[in-house]
């Protein structure tokens, strides 16, 4: 399953600008996460979907001394030699997820690979939380693999676009993005385990469509708050390994009896943290199981509370968020809600069934917007295929 009208319209723009047709061509999703908040770090499961927004990469090798890209939305180029990429990249922002993901694709390889002329069309919304640029190292990755004739594993191409991200764009994210790009399948999502990095694929149905809301605010000091909850999971984490030994490497190896257990004798504020990532490790497993037996509204009583836990336990929503969640529940035909990513603003995610997801959404945006005095944005997000060679 791809975009068609997008890919025609890259193809063209590609033969327009090269004046030839491309030889190889490469399509990623963007992503969601769906529910497993804040676990990737303490080792637990998260649940994601590659969603139905993505990016095309073409090429075409072109006999000249230099590489050629095309960025069909800013209209830039950019240049480099394959045949000398320690010179580095001449062009702009998006260039760099470009350029470091051939490079780290590369890396080790000893042939070099032809210089191409190469563009890239997408209609992932650029930082609204549904990681367009992991989907632009994916792609990427792709497609010069396929012209170097290199085969990796699909956890070696997630390590490399994220590689790609962490030394090109300096953005130290974790695998989720990139893991999700790849491995997404029409109506399913995808469970990590980000202990083994094992995934698999979980079905979901065509009755069950999602709608991602973008508050677009940013609540100042995200980084700080960011920090202190990860050390008040190691932190927690080391408390339990005190009190029940080898076993607790990460708070994924805590189960909520043992916290309840325990509770009273740790630190309050670590306390509450625990409880938010032990607690998401345990609704991704009972969410597993839900989506198995094809009983979708519970898994969406899930994401209710999973919400519930972020404002009450790991204190990473905002009331912007907040709103969104608690309208969603007196709006017909939505399952479950809660904020998705980091949190302290971005984005919400709802369950929905697809028959009522434009009516939903026109009915959120409305009550966002007369609540809170500016518009969010609304994307229609179905679970789709992961990454590709076209
Ligand atoms: P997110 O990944 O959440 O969308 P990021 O800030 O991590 O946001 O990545 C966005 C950046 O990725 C953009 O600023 C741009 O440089 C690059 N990018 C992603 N998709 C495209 C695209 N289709 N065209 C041009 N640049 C893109
Ligand atoms: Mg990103």
Same mark, same amino acid.
């Given at each position: 399953?791809?975009?068609?009208?997008?890919?025609?319209?890259?193809?063209?723009?590609?033969?327009?600008?090269?004046?030839?047709?491309?030889?190889?061509?490469?399509?990623?999703?963007?992503?969601?996460?769906?529910?497993?908040?804040?676990?990737? !770090?303490?080792?637990?499961?998260?649940?994601?979907?590659?969603?139905?927004?993505?990016?095309?990469?073409?090429?075409?090798?072109?006999?000249?001394?230099?590489?050629?890209?095309?960025?069909?939305?800013?209209?830039?180029?950019?240049?480099?030699?394959?045949?000398?990429?320690?010179?580095?990249?001449?062009?702009?922002?998006?260039?760099?997820?470009?350029?470091?993901?051939?490079?780290?694709?590369?890396?080790?390889?000893?042939?070099?690979?032809?210089?191409?002329?190469?563009?890239?069309?997408?209609?992932?919304?650029?930082?609204?939380?549904?990681?367009?640029?992991?989907?632009?190292?994916?792609?990427?990755?792709?497609?010069?693999?396929?012209?170097?004739?290199?085969?990796?594993?699909?956890?070696?191409?997630?390590?490399?676009?994220?590689?790609?991200?962490?030394?090109?764009?300096?953005?130290?994210?974790?695998?989720?993005?990139?893991?999700?790009?790849?491995?997404?399948?029409?109506?399913?999502?995808?469970?990590?385990?980000?202990?083994?990095?094992?995934?698999?694929?979980?079905?979901?149905?065509?009755?069950?469509?999602?709608?991602?809301?973008?508050?677009?605010?940013?609540?100042?000091?995200?980084?700080?708050?960011?920090?202190?909850?990860?050390?008040?999971?190691?932190?927690?984490?080391?408390?339990?390994?005190?009190?029940?030994?080898?076993?607790?490497?990460?708070?994924?190896?805590?189960?909520?009896?043992?916290?309840?257990?325990?509770?009273?004798?740790?630190?309050?504020?670590?306390?509450?943290?625990?409880?938010?990532?032990?607690?998401?490790?345990?609704?991704?497993?009972?969410?597993?199981?839900?989506?198995?037996?094809?009983?979708?509204?519970?898994?969406?009583?899930?994401? !209710?509370?999973?919400?519930?836990?972020?404002?009450?336990?790991?204190?990473?929503?905002?009331?912007?968020?907040?709103?969104?969640?608690?309208?969603?529940?007196?709006?017909?035909?939505?399952?479950?809600?809660?904020?998705?990513?980091?949190?302290?603003?971005?984005?919400?995610?709802?369950?929905?069934?697809?028959?009522?997801?434009?009516?939903?959404?026109?009915?959120?945006?409305?009550?966002?917007?007369?609540?809170?005095?500016?518009?969010?944005?609304?994307?229609?997000?179905?679970?789709?295929?992961?990454?590709?060679?076209?």
């Amino acid at each position: 399953m791809i975009k068609e009208e997008l890919f025609i319209e890259a193809k063209k723009t590609f033969a327009e600008k090269y004046g030839q047709p491309h030889t190889i061509a490469s399509f990623a999703p963007g992503r969601v996460e769906i529910i497993g908040n804040h676990t990737d !770090y303490n080792e637990g499961f998260v649940v994601s979907s590659a969603i139905n927004y993505g990016i095309f990469f073409l090429l075409a090798p072109n006999g000249l001394d230099h590489s050629r890209v095309f960025c069909g939305r800013t209209q830039e180029h950019a240049t480099f030699q394959m045949a000398n990429l320690d010179l580095g990249l001449d062009g702009g922002g998006w260039a760099k997820y470009i350029y470091g993901s051939i490079v780290e694709l590369l890396k080790g390889s000893d042939g070099v690979l032809p210089e191409i002329d190469a563009m890239i069309l997408g209609d992932i919304p650029l930082g609204s939380g549904l990681s367009s640029s992991a989907a632009l190292e994916v792609a990427t990755a792709f497609a010069v693999a396929k012209l170097g004739n290199i085969s990796k594993t699909n956890l070696e191409f997630a390590k490399i676009a994220q590689a790609a991200e962490h030394t090109y764009a300096g953005v130290m994210c974790g695998l989720l993005d990139q893991l999700s790009s790849i491995y997404g399948k029409e109506n399913q999502l995808i469970m990590t385990d980000f202990r083994s990095i094992e995934v698999e694929n979980l079905p979901l149905g065509d009755d069950a469509s999602f709608i991602v809301c973008n508050t677009k605010v940013k609540h100042a000091l995200v980084d700080g708050e960011y920090n202190e909850r990860r050390e008040s999971c190691e932190k927690a984490a080391e408390f339990f390994k005190e009190k029940l030994g080898d076993r607790i490497s990460t708070l994924r190896d805590v189960t909520s009896a043992e916290l309840e257990q325990y509770a009273g004798e740790m630190d309050p504020i670590a306390a509450k943290r625990a409880a938010h990532v032990i607690g998401e490790c345990e609704r991704v497993l009972a969410g597993k199981k839900y989506l198995d037996e094809g009983k979708i509204e519970k898994f969406g009583q899930l994401m !209710y509370e999973s919400h519930d836990s972020s404002i009450n336990n790991f204190e990473n929503s905002c009331p912007e968020l907040d709103f969104v969640v608690e309208a969603s529940k007196s709006i017909p035909g939505v399952m479950g809600a809660r904020l998705s990513g980091g949190g302290f603003g971005g984005s919400a995610v709802l369950l929905v069934h697809p028959r009522n997801a434009q009516t939903i959404g026109k009915a959120l945006a409305n009550a966002y917007e007369n609540e809170m005095g500016t518009d969010c944005e609304i994307y229609y997000v179905k679970a789709f295929s992961g990454a590709t060679v076209l």
